[in-house]
C-alpha cells in the first residue's frame, strides 16, 4: 500500500467516525445542523474510501464515487450544516433545495454516463496525482464542473466563513475557549485539503491525500469539541453514556 492510500484510508475511516457519532448525536437531539454535517462527512468518508482504492489504479467506478461523493457533495453539505447553524431556517432550507437538486442532477448524470473505452484504459494507467488534478485530466461531461463549481464555492464559503466568523465573535465576547477552538478547526478542515493540494502540483504526489487526512481530523476534533454537537458522549445508537458535558459560563469582561 502507498503512503497515499494510507493517508486515503485514514481520513476514510475519520470522517465516517465522526458521521457516526454526529448522526448519533443528532437521534439524541434532533438539529438540522447535525444532519447535514453527518451527510458531509459520510460523503466525506466515501470519497476517500473511493480514492484509497483508487490509490493502485482508478477503474471508472471509483474515479465516479471519487467525483460525485468528494467533488460535488462532500463541501456543499458541510457548508450547509454551519448554515443551518449560523443562518435564519428559511434561508437554510432553499439553500439545501438547491443542493438537493442539483445533487439528484448530478447523481443521474453520473450514473448514466458512458466513460468511452479509450478514456477507461487512461484512466486505469494514469497517475494517481494526474487523475485527482481534474482541471487537467478529464473523465466526465463539462455540466458537472458547473455543477461542481456551484456546489463547492457556496459550500466551502459557508463553512469557512461560518466558522471564523463565529470564531471571532466568540473571540470578542470572551465566550469559553472551546469554542473559539473549535470554530477554528473547523476553518481548518475546510481549507487544508486546499492548501495541501499545493504540494501536489508541486512535486508531492501524496499532497492531495495528506490534505484529505488532515481535513478529515480537523473537522472531527472541531465537532468534538463543540458542545453545540457533543453534550452527551455515548455509544452510538444506544443509550449508554460515557460522558456528560454541561457548558463553561463566559468569562465577564473585566
Not at 8 to 31: G, K, M, N, S, T
Not at 167 to 191: C, E, Q
Not at 206 to 219: N, S, T, Y
Request: aromatic share 12%; hydrophobic share 60%; glycine share 10%.
Amino acid at each position: 500500500m502507498t503512503a497515499t492510500g494510507v493517508f486515503e484510508l485514514l481520513a476514510a475511516l475519520a470522517a465516517l467516525v465522526a458521521a457516526i457519532f454526529i448522526f448519533d448525536q443528532h437521534l439524541h437531539r434532533p438539529r438540522p445542523y447535525k444532519l447535514m454535517w453527518s451527510l458531509g462527512l459520510l460523503f466525506y468518508g466515501i470519497a476517500a474510501f473511493a480514492a484509497f482504492l483508487g490509490s493502485d489504479g482508478w477503474s471508472v467506478a471509483e474515479y465516479k464515487a471519487w467525483y460525485f461523493f468528494g467533488g460535488i457533495l462532500t463541501a456543499a453539505y458541510l457548508g450547509l450544516g454551519t448554515l443551518y447553524l449560523l443562518a435564519p431556517r428559511r434561508i437554510a432550507h432553499v439553500a439545501a433545495g438547491i443542493a438537493v437538486a442539483l445533487s439528484l442532477y448530478a447523481a443521474v448524470r453520473i450514473l448514466t454516463f458512458a466513460v468511452p473505452a479509450t478514456v477507461a484504459a487512461q484512466l486505469a494507467a494514469a497517475p494517481f496525482a494526474q487523475v485527482t488534478n481534474v482541471s487537467s485530466f478529464h473523465v466526465l461531461p463539462g455540466d458537472l464542473t458547473v455543477v461542481a463549481i456551484l456546489m463547492n464555492i457556496p459550500g466551502a464559503l459557508f463553512l469557512f466563513g461560518g466558522a471564523v466568523w463565529s470564531a471571532w465573535l466568540f473571540w470578542r465576547r470572551h465566550a469559553p475557549g472551546y469554542r473559539v477552538v473549535s470554530m477554528a478547526l473547523l476553518a481548518l478542515g475546510s481549507v487544508v485539503p486546499s492548501i495541501t493540494t499545493g504540494l501536489q502540483r508541486l512535486g508531492y504526489s501524496g499532497g492531495a491525500a495528506l490534505g484529505e487526512l488532515l481535513g478529515a481530523l480537523c473537522l472531527l476534533a472541531g465537532l468534538l469539541i463543540s458542545l453545540d454537537v457533543f453534550t452527551v458522549f455515548r455509544v452510538p445508537f444506544t443509550g449508554i453514556v460515557l460522558r456528560e458535558r454541561r457548558p463553561a459560563q463566559a468569562v465577564p469582561k473585566g
